[in-house]
């Protein structure tokens, strides 16, 4: 796999990007542009799918479910999917550079998690559905009187993959192969903020002859857009969804009348517990991990540490001065941090940095927005930011801001510590730092998250369940979870 550099052109520069359809790629009717949050220029135009090309996707879909899709046994199905993932390698140069033309990502995150897990998520799904087995239950006698149940598990019909902005691809195909290799058939919908990396699966499924129909592509919107018309169509039967915990109550509401299978991942408030007898290093490490990477733009990141109070004013110290010295760039420029997505959400993580402020907080570092001097000042950078001293009933403390920020408060008794932990809307995931076992186990356990890290923070097996509780999601993905989503179960009861 060769690394891009920044001579690799973006692969839709001054281009139309188009939908697929049935096979087909379409370009029609209304465009958007795609804007790249370094320097904020125009990079691409976007097709826009309105009501009646998603209409003529879902029924593509729904013809592929009729077709030669249909007839492919489950091996023949995972060597499609695995060919899907040895494509991406092939064109990986051509993924990262789309990926981070989109979002402004460094070049070592998307090279090294964004791309390789999206080929990763295709051959992952390929082995466990290989390796799927079924139920069986017996109501006989022993002379073999009575009856047989067995269990067959049938494609769930046309899903619908909504997918947001932050990870790209990882998302998208880690919703595209499960359902695939369950055999259904695909409608998927980019983020309308990064529509590149998801033309060039498309691109990849014409390559690898997926049957037309079976993948489909539309770009577009949500409210009044593309996401709604899918959302609300009749014939889309599951819907699976990643985005933030407000949209899913919208889709929830718009997939109501037709009682589609929903699978949510939505937004997070995390929690990392800091106890004094943790790895002072790995801790401080950790924390800057799980509070700044991809900008403080992950689903996962914490957003609130609590730090037991022996520890807590050196851990701030520590973690403002490593805080202090990322470097801020563009994606080839070896830089820490990225811009954020767009100019708007910028507005949005800005408008906490002011309220932390007005909520009576102390910004320890950042806050603010750089300077550069050239063209990266069009563009969407900001502040990695620390703020203490907030109250725990502020806004600041309780919703997700989803930047490069987090707010410190100091904790004095294990029972604090997870009531603090606990005490909110979101329910996603939690980090726990703490070199004594038995804490390490009674904590992690206590806290009310799909997902809990104890000395590390996302570290990922893809057999394991993955989803929030609470405001964070309905539902869980991965390994068999996803299997199971994606399928419909059905018992066949045969008399003896
Ligand atoms: P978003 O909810 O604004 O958008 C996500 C997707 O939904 C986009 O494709 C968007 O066009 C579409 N959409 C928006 N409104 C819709 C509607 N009414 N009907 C149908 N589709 C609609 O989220 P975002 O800003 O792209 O992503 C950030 C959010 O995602 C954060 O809240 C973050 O925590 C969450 N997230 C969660 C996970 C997880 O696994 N739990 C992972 C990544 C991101």
Same mark, same amino acid.
């Given at each position: 796999?060769?690394?891009?550099?920044?001579?690799? &052109?973006?692969?839709?520069?001054?281009? @139309?990007?188009?939908?697929?359809?049935g096979?087909?790629?379409?370009?029609?009717?209304r465009?958007?542009?795609?804007?790249?949050?370094?320097?904020?220029?125009?990079?691409?135009?976007?097709?826009?799918? =309105?009501?009646?090309?998603?209409d003529?996707?879902?029924?593509?879909?729904?013809?592929?479910?009729?077709?030669?899709?249909?007839?492919?046994?489950?091996?023949?199905?995972?060597?499609?999917?695995?060919?899907?993932?040895?494509?991406?390698?092939?064109?990986? &140069?051509?993924?990262?550079?789309?990926? *981070?033309?989109?979002?402004?990502?460094?070049?070592? @995150?998307?090279?090294?998690?964004? $791309?390789?897990?999206g080929?990763?998520?295709f051959? &992952?799904y390929?082995?466990?559905?290989?390796?799927?087995?079924?139920?069986?239950?017996?109501?006989?006698?022993?002379?073999?009187?009575?009856?047989?149940?067995?269990?067959?598990?049938?494609?769930?019909?046309?899903?619908?993959? $909504?997918?947001?902005?932050?990870?790209p691809?990882?998302?998208?195909t880690?919703?595209?192969?499960?359902?695939?290799?369950? !055999?259904n058939?695909?409608?998927?919908k980019p983020?309308?903020?990064?529509?590149?990396?998801?033309?060039?699966?498309?691109?990849?499924?014409? %390559?690898?002859?997926?049957?037309?129909? /079976?993948?489909?592509?539309?770009?577009?919107?949500?409210?009044?857009?593309?996401?709604?018309?899918?959302?609300?169509?009749?014939?889309?039967?599951?819907i699976?969804?990643?985005?933030?915990?407000?949209?899913?109550?919208?889709?929830?509401?718009?997939?109501?009348d037709?009682?589609?299978?929903?699978?949510f991942?939505?937004?997070?408030?995390?929690?990392?517990?800091?106890?004094?007898?943790?790895?002072?290093?790995?801790?401080?490490?950790?924390?800057?991990?799980?509070?700044?990477?991809?900008?403080? @733009?992950?689903?996962?990141?914490?957003?609130?540490?609590? /730090?037991?109070? #022996?520890?807590?004013?050196?851990?701030?110290?520590?973690?403002?001065?490593r805080?202090?010295?990322?470097?801020?760039?563009?994606?080839?420029?070896?830089a820490?941090?990225? #811009?954020?997505?767009?100019?708007?959400?910028?507005?949005?993580v800005?408008?906490?940095?002011?309220?932390?402020?007005?909520?009576?907080? %102390?910004?320890?570092? !950042?806050?603010?927005?750089?300077?550069?001097?050239?063209?990266?000042?069009?563009?969407?950078?900001? %502040?990695?930011?620390? /703020?203490?001293?907030?109250?725990?009933?502020s806004?600041?403390?309780?919703?997700? $801001?989803?930047?490069?920020?987090?707010?410190? &408060? #100091?904790?004095?008794?294990e029972?604090?510590?997870?009531?603090?932990?606990?005490?909110?809307?979101?329910?996603?995931?939690?980090?726990?730092?703490?070199?004594?076992? @038995?804490?390490?186990?009674?904590?992690?356990?206590q806290? %009310?998250?799909?997902i809990?890290?104890?000395n590390?923070?996302?570290?990922? =097996?893809?057999?394991?369940?993955f989803?929030?509780?609470?405001?964070?999601? *309905?539902?869980?993905?991965?390994?068999?979870?996803?299997?199971?989503?994606?399928?419909?179960p059905?018992?066949?009861? /045969?008399?003896?």
């Amino acid at each position: 796999m060769r690394m891009p550099t920044e001579a690799d &052109a973006y692969p839709f520069a001054d281009q @139309q990007l188009p939908c697929l359809v049935g096979g087909e790629f379409v370009r029609q009717g209304r465009t958007f542009d795609n804007v790249n949050p370094v320097n904020g220029v125009v990079l691409a135009t976007v097709t826009e799918a =309105d009501a009646a090309l998603v209409d003529r996707a879902v029924q593509a879909a729904r013809g592929a479910l009729r077709g030669p899709w249909a007839r492919l046994s489950t091996p023949e199905r995972c060597a499609l999917l695995r060919k899907v993932a040895e494509r991406i390698e092939q064109r990986f &140069a051509e993924f990262v550079s789309a990926e *981070i033309a989109d979002t402004g990502k460094t070049l070592q @995150q998307a090279s090294s998690l964004d $791309i390789p897990r999206g080929a990763a998520n295709f051959r &992952a799904y390929a082995d466990l559905a290989l390796t799927r087995g079924s139920e069986c239950f017996e109501m006989g006698t022993p002379d073999g009187r009575g009856a047989l149940n067995y269990s067959v598990h049938k494609p769930v019909g046309v899903v619908a993959v $909504i997918a947001p902005w932050n990870l790209p691809f990882l998302l998208m195909t880690w919703k595209v192969a499960p359902a695939l290799a369950c !055999g259904n058939a695909v409608v998927a919908k980019p983020s309308e903020e990064t529509p590149s990396s998801a033309a060039l699966l498309a691109q990849v499924m014409q %390559e690898v002859g997926m049957p037309p129909g /079976v993948f489909n592509l539309v770009h577009g919107f949500g409210p009044r857009s593309t996401g709604e018309a899918l959302v609300s169509h009749p014939d889309v039967n599951a819907i699976a969804f990643t985005g933030e915990s407000a949209t899913g109550s919208a889709i929830m509401r718009g997939a109501a009348d037709s009682v589609k299978a929903l699978s949510f991942e939505l937004g997070g408030k995390n929690a990392a517990v800091v106890f004094a007898d943790a790895d002072f290093e790995a801790a401080v490490g950790g924390t800057m991990r799980s509070v700044f990477s991809n900008c403080g @733009q992950v689903c996962l990141c914490s957003e609130r540490v609590y /730090v037991e109070r #022996p520890l807590f004013a050196r851990f701030v110290e520590a973690l403002a001065q490593r805080a202090r010295r990322l470097k801020i760039g563009g994606p080839y420029e070896g830089a820490d941090l990225g #811009p954020l997505i767009s100019r708007a959400h910028r507005e949005k993580v800005l408008s906490y940095y002011r309220l932390a402020r007005e909520e009576h907080g %102390e910004i320890v570092c !950042g806050g603010g927005v750089p300077s550069f001097g050239d063209e990266r000042d069009r563009g969407a950078f900001i %502040e990695p930011t620390v /703020v203490c001293g907030l109250a725990e009933g502020s806004r600041c403390v309780k919703e997700e $801001i989803f930047g490069p920020v987090c707010h410190l &408060a #100091p904790f004095d008794s294990e029972d604090e510590a997870v009531r603090l932990a606990n005490d909110t809307r979101y329910g996603l995931a939690a980090a726990v730092w703490t070199s004594n076992l @038995q804490r390490a186990h009674r904590v992690a356990r206590q806290m %009310e998250v799909g997902i809990a890290w104890v000395n590390d923070w996302y570290l990922r =097996d893809l057999r394991t369940p993955f989803g929030g509780v609470k405001l964070s999601g *309905i539902g869980r993905e991965g390994g068999a979870h996803s299997l199971a989503f994606f399928s419909e179960p059905m018992n066949i009861c /045969v008399k003896l």
